[in-house]
């Protein structure tokens, strides 16, 4: 295994996966990491930016209000790994992580080559 590959486990093993997150209750604060697969900015969603992380336990849906897009737009834009520290919004089996701070951690990628499909 490449060195990148041990750094994103490493990186993914010392936060909170994004499966914990998905089970956690409504309201509770929550860190995940994962690769950035989508970025969705819609017209009418007025300035909100809709991410989708993934880490080996599936998908995560992440809320980025339009002011912490205006503080961080070069993360939300740019990042191929992200962390995420936000608070847990459920509505029955639909789990969102809305946003609270933002990090960047495409470095551990190392060469690993990634894409995302944006929308933005």
């Avoid at 009418?44 to 993934?54: I, P, Q, Y």
């Avoid at 336990?57 to 790994?81: C, D, K, M, Q, Y």
């Avoid at 029955?92 to 060469?111: F, N, P, S």
Wanted: proline residues 2%.
């Amino acid at each position: 295994m490449e060195t990148s590959t041990w750094k994103l486990l490493l990186y993914v093993s010392v936060t909170d996966s994004l499966g914990r997150g998905r089970f956690s209750p409504h309201g509770r604060s929550a860190h995940a990491a994962g690769l950035v697969i989508t970025r969705q900015r819609p017209g009418t969603a007025t300035g909100v930016v809709f991410l989708t992380l993934e880490d080996e336990t599936g998908p995560l849906n992440v809320i980025v209000w339009s002011s912490l897009f205006e503080r961080e737009r070069r993360i939300v834009l740019g990042a191929r790994l992200m962390g995420v520290t936000g608070e847990v919004q459920r509505e029955g089996e639909v789990v969102h992580l809305i946003a609270h701070k933002l990090e960047d951690r495409t470095a551990l990628l190392g060469g690993l080559r990634t894409v995302s499909r944006d929308f933005c």
